[in-house]
């Protein structure tokens, strides 16, 4: 998904001092991916990390927007009215996707990239577009504007050219994904973060209470506004850089009164679309969203006008979840 994000997660410094953990780190979806693993072989750690940044580039080759072969390519150039099977993991971003769109009161739409190119010059810089530019744009976003056929792993769309782009929810899902691969090599005390925006913790290490982040002030870095230890659950973050915008799909303008999110959820998936999500999100639709989905919780900052201290940061859900420490 076309946005900006600022980076406001962590690894707590202590992590360093957790007996037995090895890190590594790859290079993946323009971001560095790193995978904390408590294992007493340090060899077969290794192995099993290198197992999941393999599966991490196979994703990238079928999900990146860049790829010219990937299936989000060959959508972006498909014509209208025309039916195109799917490999199944696009399928499954895409079927995510459909459904957090939904759910999130059309805030997360992976269809957002007209609107984006409308507000931002070639080179990335800001510019104003006029209303005129943004109708036009209007006329391409929208997850309205396709079907999923199940059956057949299928995508159709009704317009042509659509943008799709799940920067959104692809480096969510690839964190999953070598989860998953992971448990299967028999590692269970681990920790995957995607650029520190998208977190996913397996089992705590030994004798803790879950694995240790820092949640930080975008704008005051030195002032950490939360240290929550995470278990088995997922942790994404979100923000405006002073370079970009975030777009709320539903008017066409850029979001304001917000300067960083986060989310926590069972998956990574889910957690890397609701930070984007909260952020376009009204504080009672955020409510609203959390009292109904009794699992995920946010945490939002109000933008520059405030001062941003605990007491003004307003959160949701069961924080409780993540052992929050303040």
Known sequence: ?????????????????????????????????????????????????????????????????????????????????????????????????????????????????????????????????????????????????????????????????????????????????????????????ALISGGFSSVLALDAPPGTKGWPLSLSNPNNRKQVLARPFLCNRALGSSGIKKSGHIIDPRKGYPVEGKIASWSSAPSAAVADVLSTAFMIMDLDEIEKYCSSHPDQAAMIIPDDKYENTQEEIKSFGPWQEVSLIE
Not at 158 to 164: D, G, N
């Open 1 to 189: 998904m076309n946005k900006d994000r600022e980076q406001t997660n962590s690894i707590d410094k202590t992590t360093a001092v957790i007996p037995g953990m090895k890190r590594f780190s790859y290079e993946a979806m323009a971001t560095t991916f790193e995978i904390y693993i408590v294992h007493e072989d340090e060899k077969y750690a290794g192995q099993a990390a290198n197992a999941a940044f393999f599966e991490l580039d196979r994703l990238e080759a079928e999900l990146s927007r860049f790829a010219e072969s990937s299936d989000i390519t060959r959508i972006n150039h498909l014509p209208a009215k025309k039916v195109f099977r799917l490999g199944l993991d696009a399928f499954e971003c895409l079927k995510i996707s459909y459904l957090m769109y939904e759910q999130t009161y059309k805030t997360f739409d992976i269809t957002i990239g007209p609107l984006y190119n409308c507000w931002h010059n070639k080179d990335g810089s800001l510019r104003t577009p006029s209303q005129e530019e943004i109708d036009k744009a209007m006329q391409h976003v929208g997850m309205h504007l396709f079907e999923l056929d199940e059956r057949l792993h299928a995508i159709w769309l009704s317009v042509s050219p659509l943008q799709i782009d799940l920067g959104g929810v692809g480096k969510g899902y690839a964190v999953d994904k070598m989860a998953e691969l992971l448990r299967e090599w028999g590692i269970n005390t």
